[in-house]
């Protein structure tokens, strides 16, 4: 007969035993996939708005990244034009934006709040940005206006009592060390998610943050790339042909990324290692059941010439199959998982320091299925091995005379 087909029978010999075994591994499998995935998910979340914040790879002037400006625009590019459309040629690169970084006031006439602010192409960072900056109030820019147009984030339009179209006044210090200060119109309201990036965040065209600064350079340039798997090999590529400026790619800049990463790593690597006990103990112990059930049938397969080694094997075939089917219908729920959470809707509460929630999603990975279907057939076979190796090789008159 075959090995697997008498392990089976054996599976069955006590199937409500044997069916909450197989539950409890099902759930198990189901629970380390639908966990990791959501991991998975969240990374990827992480790693694109890291990567559509800063960009793919970020390019500066030689010491920006290493030193702290003493003066604005101290280490900003000058020809940043002919190097944006240097950086265009390459096949990878979809898109080039320049930034200046401000910081200084804001007022409204009555009230003043220090402001962060980014001069950028409007049109092109909320396109680069997509759902990571969304428009709340009003639109990007107001072509008619006589006025330079700013986007205000939400608490900072809040504290001012601001709206599209009122007016507004930027002061920062200069390049020579003076003040300068530039009228301008709010054109919009926009969140990035993040309540203390919010109560600052100011965005204006690059030609008024110029204008503000009384400079014709810019901070960086920021390449995004069709994709950001490519960010390694691009990023060698162009820092390897550019020696006068300072190359620097998301991963280095993302650190929240890499917080979260790290503590989920641990969070859901625990949760895995409780899993996978609960797995292991409770296969243990539905077959230690079993072999003291057939503890004389051992000893007469032992008396008619079956060596422990054989014993052992039936074992771990049955804690196998037990393995398999469980790992099987764990992998079904966790895909009808992935498949069906796009469509319901379910939010996942704001995060600390954010004002939004963001979608319960799972990502699945062939690799992460296979890798968990594999741990949970080896656990199971590895239990059985546990509890069976004892009782084959007990000593045959022992083995027949239990009771």
């Not at 290493?66 to 280490?75: A, L």
């Not at 300068?180 to 969140?191: H, K, L, R, T, W």
């Not at 796009?342 to 004002?355: A, F, I, T, W, Y």
């Amino acid at each position: 007969m075959n090995t697997f087909k008498l392990a089976w029978k054996n599976v069955l010999r006590n199937r409500r035993r044997s069916l909450v075994t197989i539950l409890i591994t099902t759930v198990g499998c189901t629970s380390i996939l639908v966990a990791s995935g959501f991991a998975l998910n969240t990374y990827e979340a992480l790693r694109e708005g890291a990567a559509r914040e800063f960009g793919h790879i970020t390019i500066a002037g030689k010491n920006y990244f290493e030193r702290d400006e003493e003066t604005p625009m101290q280490y900003g590019i000058d020809d940043y034009r002919q190097l944006a459309a240097t950086l265009g040629r390459d096949e990878h690169v979809r898109r080039v934006l320049p930034r200046v970084s401000l910081s200084g006031l804001i007022s409204n006439g009555d009230k003043s709040v220090i402001f962060l602010g980014l001069g950028a192409d409007l049109a092109a960072e909320a396109d680069v940005r997509g759902q990571f900056l969304n428009i709340e109030e009003g639109t990007l820019t107001n072509p008619g206006a006589a006025l330079p147009s700013v986007l205000l984030g939400t608490e900072l339009a809040k504290s001012l009592n601001a709206h599209p179209g009122s007016g507004l006044t930027l002061l920062a210090t200069t390049i020579s060390g003076g003040i300068n200060a530039v009228d301008v119109q709010v054109a919009g309201i926009v969140s990035t998610g993040w309540r203390e990036v919010d109560k600052r965040l100011v965005y204006t065209d690059v030609d008024a943050a110029q204008h503000l600064l009384m400079s014709p350079r810019i901070s960086t340039l920021s390449v995004y790339l069709d994709n950001t798997e490519r960010a390694p090999e691009v990023y060698e590529h162009l820092s390897a042909g550019d020696a006068s400026h300072a190359y620097k790619p998301w991963w280095e800049q993302a650190f929240y990324y890499h917080s979260v990463r790290g503590l989920y790593n641990r969070i859901f690597g625990l949760l895995g290692l409780i899993i996978a006990a609960l797995v292991f103990f409770s296969v243990a112990n539905t077959l230690a059941m079993a072999v003291v059930e057939r503890t004389r049938e051992i000893g007469t397969l032992r008396a008619l010439g079956a060596l422990p080694g054989e014993i052992v094997a039936q074992f771990l075939r049955e804690g196998a199959l037990i393995g398999i089917v469980g790992a099987v219908a764990g992998t079904l729920i966790a895909g009808a998982a992935v498949l069906a959470l796009p469509h319901l809707g379910l939010e996942m509460p704001p995060p600390p320091g954010r004002s939004v929630g963001y979608p319960l999603l799972v990502n699945a990975s062939l690799a992460l299925y296979l890798i968990t279907d594999a741990l949970i057939i080896t656990l199971c076979a590895a239990a059985a091995w546990f509890v069976s190796r004892k009782a084959a090789k007990k000593p045959i008159v022992e083995a027949l005379s239990h009771v």
